[in-house]
């Protein structure tokens, strides 16, 4: 590696402004959301074109100069943690929305397009892009194919790879590497999808081309209370069961909804041990018909209150408490810790019941607040990091979760990513032959390992070393956005 | 090990294989064997997963099915509609065959596919046994999963030549409560503007197909919601539309049925040629063509490469991975996908052109 040489020659291919030095510039690039851990990066690099980008990566190859993309830096995981010595790749510069095609109803845009902005560029045809992660306002389309991200709706309208129909990609060589497009169907392997949730390992994103969806004329949410837990999660199951796919399900235990109430008062009931959010959609019709089938399943599962609200700014009231259940769990105590495991819905009560018991025996409260839809779990382990011992507790216990997720047929990560953060309880979902696999595929793409080097996949010998022991965990996702 | 889990005999075949460097044509009932006949080598033995059947796991209220891929479609199917439920992507069954793992494999939808996704889409997880020899797992029985590469969702398409597929986690659909069709007398260019017209509204729609004069619309959902639309569509009701459909998925049209080399012809759904002659499904991304002669099949595709897609002839040479229409850099890249996977080419030897790399 000659990190002179490869200065020099990005000094001449990309005009100053795109690029940053100095250690008080590359700060705000330590970190992503996962902001514990922070590494200073070498430079950080702002492309303002395709053609830069693939200057950047022609001058890192050649000079063996690890790249690590970024988007807005919103992530869970430590996906865009720097690497010593390495380049960010920021993308946040190429900023455009290149096309809006109605006729086929997609749009084009480039990587640091904002989630929401998409939405906001179509909305006066009655359009828009489904996927909502909670950081929406903020994260970028690329962040989101990095991370196949998901957001509260996505139970009834899909992850970001069910709604992202093409890609332009650059290989760690420069070369573009065009994936599907406007049509619904492409020749030869499914490349677009494995690029989806590839944590910026396998190519770099310069363009998106994304489904736009007619907005549905009508909504309504339902607010529901129970006195268990294990009777809000059989609400869930029978919703389900009864043929209906809500637009959202959202379910918090009662610790959970006592802080949020405590915050932003969006009047829940606090006597509740779990409460549940159902959003369903469509045409009035229709909308109207599935509100009094989830009202009369919950009642039957024994519903101590049920509220619902029609208009948007009731609906808005609902949400606001869910939507601010992270912060406000962040004031029960000093430090919080997010777990991300997704498990099989008719499990839920189960598990939520064993989380309670782990909370008991390491004496750390849990707060859950979960997309229950998809079984997609974000329990909150409350600790003070300043208390010795506790952030091991914390630890102890999130390793735990997840490990619980795994054996009854879930995953680590729903939607998080696995980054940094997650790399130990990879060892435990994967076997090595098919961690091997993972890296065969990332070879295809990357024999040098120059993109994202060290994340997503955890090396054989970092395995072997974690043993069947495998609590790491990372530590607090805090920033000031939504989590929800 | 049960005798419908044949796990272990498939995976030993396969390392039998990889030590032997033997070929392997993979199959399942051979219902769409005609996709890839003129590829596969000569050399070959069979590896039929046509006995490694049932369903592993099914939950209805999971809304997922954990399935090994020998199980005929057939099968599934009736079970799932026992559970007022479906296949979102509602494969296409030739000569009513046809089994899981090669509606997988194929990567096949049928006229739902705009609206309830493509093939990949509703695919969770998988069990496969790779060209090394190895049994894996990839994804799951979630919904949410970004653990690791999705090496599920490459297998779809991939018409097994990266792996043989031992079980599948689909995801389902709950069935709607009613679905009807109606029908618009239309010219085509008449009709294909409609369609995207009707791309852009909240319509419960589940098929948009023309053919001969005729705009076929198909509405699923609550019955309130489904009559709504009719009368927003207009159109005449059509008893027995079911059928039309079934007809359309399943190849039995007489458009399908002629001596005429059958052409596959993928456009952006508004592309306004090819398409005078054609059958039209999926609101218009998918034309399919009896192509008069080889003058035709090449203006076809040529129009449709103006307009940003590509035309393929259904038969024998279907499968293959590499298409006209890829740059190079893609090409390469498929081919080092298949390296990652079956490096010694043993599965459908003949789907990729390993040595040109």
Redesign the interface.
Request: glycine share 10%; hydrophobic share 45%; net charge negative.
């Given at each position: 590696m000659s990190r002179s040489l490869a200065l020099k020659a990005l000094r001449a291919a990309l005009p100053a402004r795109c690029l940053i030095t100095d250690p008080k510039g590359t700060k705000p690039y330590e970190t992503d959301g996962l902001t514990a851990l922070r590494q200073p990066p070498w430079l950080v690099v702002l492309p303002e074109t395709e053609a830069q980008v693939r200057q950047v990566l022609l001058i890192c190859a050649q000079h063996d100069v690890p790249v690590v993309a970024r988007g807005a830096g919103t992530g869970l995981s430590g996906g865009a943690r720097p690497v010593a010595d390495g380049v960010v790749l920021g993308l946040s510069r190429l900023d455009q929305v290149l096309e809006v095609?109605?006729?086929?109803?997609v749009a084009r845009v480039q990587p640091g397009v904002r989630n929401l902005a998409i939405s906001e560029a179509v909305a006066h045809?009655?359009?828009y892009y489904a996927p909502d992660p909670s950081s929406q306002i903020a994260c970028s389309i690329g962040g989101n194919v990095a991370?196949?991200s998901?957001g509260v709706h996505?139970?009834k309208y899909?992850?970001t790879?069910?709604n992202v129909v093409g890609l332009r990609v650059l290989?760690v060589s420069g070369?573009?590497?065009?994936?599907g497009?406007?049509?619904?169907?492409?020749?030869?392997?499914?490349?677009l999808?494995?690029l989806?949730?590839?944590e910026g390992?396998?190519g770099i994103v310069t363009e998106v081309i994304v489904k736009l969806l007619?907005?549905?004329?009508a909504s309504a949410v339902l607010l529901m209370a129970f006195d268990s837990a294990a009777a809000a999660a059989e609400t869930v199951?029978?919703i389900?069961?009864q043929?209906?796919?809500p637009a959202g399900l959202e379910m918090m235990d009662q610790l959970a909804t006592q802080a949020v109430e405590d915050f932003v008062h969006a009047g829940y009931p606090t006597e509740a041990a779990a409460l549940l959010l159902c959003e369903v959609d469509?045409?009035p019709?229709?909308v109207?018909?599935?509100v009094e089938l989830v009202s009369r399943i919950a009642k039957e599962y024994g519903a101590i209150e049920l509220r619902v609200a029609h208009e948007p700014h009731e609906q808005a009231a609902f949400w606001a408490g869910r939507k601010a259940a992270f912060p406000a769990a962040g004031r029960l105590a000093p430090d919080y810790y997010c777990m991300d495991g997704?498990?099989?819905?008719?499990a839920l009560a189960d598990v939520l019941g064993r989380i309670a018991g782990l909370a008991d025996e390491y004496g750390l409260p849990v707060a859950n607040v979960f997309?229950a839809g998809?079984?997609?779990l974000h329990p909150l382990i409350l600790y003070d990091a300043s208390v010795p011992g506790e952030m091991a507790k914390a630890e102890a216990i999130g390793g735990r979760i997840l490990e619980l997720c795994v054996a009854v047929?879930?995953?680590?990560?729903?939607?998080?990513?696995?980054g940094v953060e997650?790399l130990d309880q990879?060892c435990v979902?994967?076997?090595a032959?098919?961690l091997?696999?993972?890296f065969?595929?990332?070879?295809?793409?990357d024999p040098n390992g120059t993109l994202n080097p060290g994340k997503?996949?955890p090396t054989l010998a970092r395995c072997s070393e974690v043993g069947g022991m495998h609590v790491h965990g990372g530590e607090l996702p805090f920033n000031n956005l939504d989590r929800f | 090990m049960s005798a419908d889990d044949q796990s272990e005999r498939l995976h030993e075949a396969v390392r039998r294989a990889c030590a032997d460097a033997q070929p392997l044509l993979v199959a399942g009932s051979g219902s769409k064997r005609f996709l890839l006949d003129a590829l596969v080598s000569d050399g070959a033995a069979l590896l039929s997963v046509a006995e490694h059947v049932g369903v592993v796991d099914y939950?209805?209220?999971?809304?997922?099915v954990t399935v090994r891929t020998g199980t005929p479609l057939h099968d599934l199917q009736g079970l799932l509609d026992a559970n007022?439920q479906l296949l979102p992507f509602d494969p296409p069954r030739f000569e009513g065959g046809g089994t899981i793992g090669g509606a997988i494999a194929s990567?096949l939808a049928g006229p739902a596919?705009?609206w309830r996704?493509?093939v990949?889409?509703c695919l969770l997880g998988v069990e496969l046994v790779?060209g090394v020899g190895?049994?894996?797992?990839?994804g799951?029985?979630?919904?949410?999963?970004?653990?690791?590469?999705?090496?599920s969702?490459?297998q779809?398409?991939?018409f097994g030549s990266?792996g043989v597929l031992l079980t599948v986690s689909l995801r389902l659909?709950?069935?709607p409560?009613v679905e009807r069709t109606c029908a618009l007398e239309l010219d085509a260019p008449t009709a294909l503007a409609r369609m995207?017209q009707w791309?852009?509204?909240?319509?419960?729609l589940t098929g948009v197909g023309y053919q001969a004069g005729v705009l076929w619309a198909r509405l699923a959902?609550?019955e309130?919601?489904v009559?709504?639309?009719l009368a927003e569509l207009g159109g005449e009701p059509v008893a027995d539309g079911a059928s039309w459909w079934d007809d359309l998925r399943d190849h039995t049209l007489p458009v399908f049925k002629g001596d005429a080399p059958l052409v596959r012809v993928?456009?952006?759904?508004?592309a306004p040629a090819p398409l005078e002659g054609s059958v039209v499904e999926?609101a218009g991304?998918?034309r399919w063509f009896a192509a008069e002669d080889a003058a035709h099949g090449q203006r076809l595709a040529a129009e449709a490469e103006a307009h940003?897609?590509?035309a393929?002839g259904f038969d024998g040479r279907y499968a293959r991975?590499?298409?006209s229409?890829?740059?190079e850099?893609?090409r390469i890249?498929?081919r080092?996908?298949?390296?990652?996977?079956d490096p010694q080419d043993l599965f459908n030897r003949g789907l990729v052109e390993m040595d040109a790399d």
């Amino acid at each position: 590696m000659s990190r002179s040489l490869a200065l020099k020659a990005l000094r001449a291919a990309l005009p100053a402004r795109c690029l940053i030095t100095d250690p008080k510039g590359t700060k705000p690039y330590e970190t992503d959301g996962l902001t514990a851990l922070r590494q200073p990066p070498w430079l950080v690099v702002l492309p303002e074109t395709e053609a830069q980008v693939r200057q950047v990566l022609l001058i890192c190859a050649q000079h063996d100069v690890p790249v690590v993309a970024r988007g807005a830096g919103t992530g869970l995981s430590g996906g865009a943690r720097p690497v010593a010595d390495g380049v960010v790749l920021g993308l946040s510069r190429l900023d455009q929305v290149l096309e809006v095609d109605l006729d086929n109803c997609v749009a084009r845009v480039q990587p640091g397009v904002r989630n929401l902005a998409i939405s906001e560029a179509v909305a006066h045809h009655g359009l828009y892009y489904a996927p909502d992660p909670s950081s929406q306002i903020a994260c970028s389309i690329g962040g989101n194919v990095a991370e196949n991200s998901g957001g509260v709706h996505c139970l009834k309208y899909g992850l970001t790879v069910h709604n992202v129909v093409g890609l332009r990609v650059l290989t760690v060589s420069g070369e573009v590497l065009e994936l599907g497009g406007k049509t619904l169907d492409s020749p030869g392997y499914d490349l677009l999808a494995l690029l989806c949730g590839s944590e910026g390992m396998l190519g770099i994103v310069t363009e998106v081309i994304v489904k736009l969806l007619p907005r549905p004329p009508a909504s309504a949410v339902l607010l529901m209370a129970f006195d268990s837990a294990a009777a809000a999660a059989e609400t869930v199951s029978q919703i389900i069961a009864q043929g209906l796919v809500p637009a959202g399900l959202e379910m918090m235990d009662q610790l959970a909804t006592q802080a949020v109430e405590d915050f932003v008062h969006a009047g829940y009931p606090t006597e509740a041990a779990a409460l549940l959010l159902c959003e369903v959609d469509g045409v009035p019709e229709e909308v109207a018909s599935n509100v009094e089938l989830v009202s009369r399943i919950a009642k039957e599962y024994g519903a101590i209150e049920l509220r619902v609200a029609h208009e948007p700014h009731e609906q808005a009231a609902f949400w606001a408490g869910r939507k601010a259940a992270f912060p406000a769990a962040g004031r029960l105590a000093p430090d919080y810790y997010c777990m991300d495991g997704t498990i099989p819905r008719a499990a839920l009560a189960d598990v939520l019941g064993r989380i309670a018991g782990l909370a008991d025996e390491y004496g750390l409260p849990v707060a859950n607040v979960f997309h229950a839809g998809d079984g997609n779990l974000h329990p909150l382990i409350l600790y003070d990091a300043s208390v010795p011992g506790e952030m091991a507790k914390a630890e102890a216990i999130g390793g735990r979760i997840l490990e619980l997720c795994v054996a009854v047929g879930g995953t680590v990560t729903g939607e998080h990513g696995v980054g940094v953060e997650k790399l130990d309880q990879m060892c435990v979902q994967f076997s090595a032959q098919e961690l091997d696999q993972f890296f065969r595929v990332k070879d295809s793409f990357d024999p040098n390992g120059t993109l994202n080097p060290g994340k997503a996949i955890p090396t054989l010998a970092r395995c072997s070393e974690v043993g069947g022991m495998h609590v790491h965990g990372g530590e607090l996702p805090f920033n000031n956005l939504d989590r929800f | 090990m049960s005798a419908d889990d044949q796990s272990e005999r498939l995976h030993e075949a396969v390392r039998r294989a990889c030590a032997d460097a033997q070929p392997l044509l993979v199959a399942g009932s051979g219902s769409k064997r005609f996709l890839l006949d003129a590829l596969v080598s000569d050399g070959a033995a069979l590896l039929s997963v046509a006995e490694h059947v049932g369903v592993v796991d099914y939950r209805p209220d999971e809304l997922v099915v954990t399935v090994r891929t020998g199980t005929p479609l057939h099968d599934l199917q009736g079970l799932l509609d026992a559970n007022q439920q479906l296949l979102p992507f509602d494969p296409p069954r030739f000569e009513g065959g046809g089994t899981i793992g090669g509606a997988i494999a194929s990567g096949l939808a049928g006229p739902a596919r705009p609206w309830r996704g493509s093939v990949r889409d509703c695919l969770l997880g998988v069990e496969l046994v790779n060209g090394v020899g190895e049994r894996l797992r990839f994804g799951g029985q979630v919904m949410k999963n970004v653990a690791g590469y999705d090496v599920s969702r490459l297998q779809s398409g991939a018409f097994g030549s990266l792996g043989v597929l031992l079980t599948v986690s689909l995801r389902l659909l709950p069935k709607p409560a009613v679905e009807r069709t109606c029908a618009l007398e239309l010219d085509a260019p008449t009709a294909l503007a409609r369609m995207r017209q009707w791309a852009r509204q909240p319509l419960p729609l589940t098929g948009v197909g023309y053919q001969a004069g005729v705009l076929w619309a198909r509405l699923a959902g609550s019955e309130p919601a489904v009559a709504a639309a009719l009368a927003e569509l207009g159109g005449e009701p059509v008893a027995d539309g079911a059928s039309w459909w079934d007809d359309l998925r399943d190849h039995t049209l007489p458009v399908f049925k002629g001596d005429a080399p059958l052409v596959r012809v993928i456009v952006p759904p508004s592309a306004p040629a090819p398409l005078e002659g054609s059958v039209v499904e999926w609101a218009g991304g998918l034309r399919w063509f009896a192509a008069e002669d080889a003058a035709h099949g090449q203006r076809l595709a040529a129009e449709a490469e103006a307009h940003g897609g590509y035309a393929c002839g259904f038969d024998g040479r279907y499968a293959r991975v590499e298409h006209s229409v890829m740059a190079e850099a893609l090409r390469i890249q498929q081919r080092r996908i298949k390296h990652a996977f079956d490096p010694q080419d043993l599965f459908n030897r003949g789907l990729v052109e390993m040595d040109a790399d």
